[in-house]
């Protein structure tokens, strides 16, 4: 498998997709393939925010050790 060349990222993609579906109905908490759609996002948003977090995380820790040796 190679690798995927995205121009954009997972996450600005599915917040169109998600834009898109919105704008096309009148009832959207019955459609279950934007839930999904939704789900997708929330999930990609969390690992980018605990990424995030952990690298924050790491380079204090990182930063602190030498100063206490």
């Known amino acids: 498998m190679a690798k ?3 121009s954009e990222s ?3 993609r599915l917040k169109k997709k ?3 579906k919105l704008a096309d ?3 959207p908490k019955e459609d279950e393939a934007l839930r999904s759609l939704q789900k997708r996002l929330r ?3 969390r690992k980018r925010r605990a990424l995030a977090l952990r690298k924050k995380n790491s ?3 990182k930063t602190a050790a030498p100063a206490a040796k």
């Open 10 to 12: 997972d996450e600005t």
């Open 59 to 61: 380079a204090s820790k």
């Open 25 to 27: 109905h009148k009832n």
């Open 18 to 20: 998600v834009a898109a």
């Open 4 to 6: 995927k060349t995205a």
């Open 43 to 45: 999930r990609t948003q």
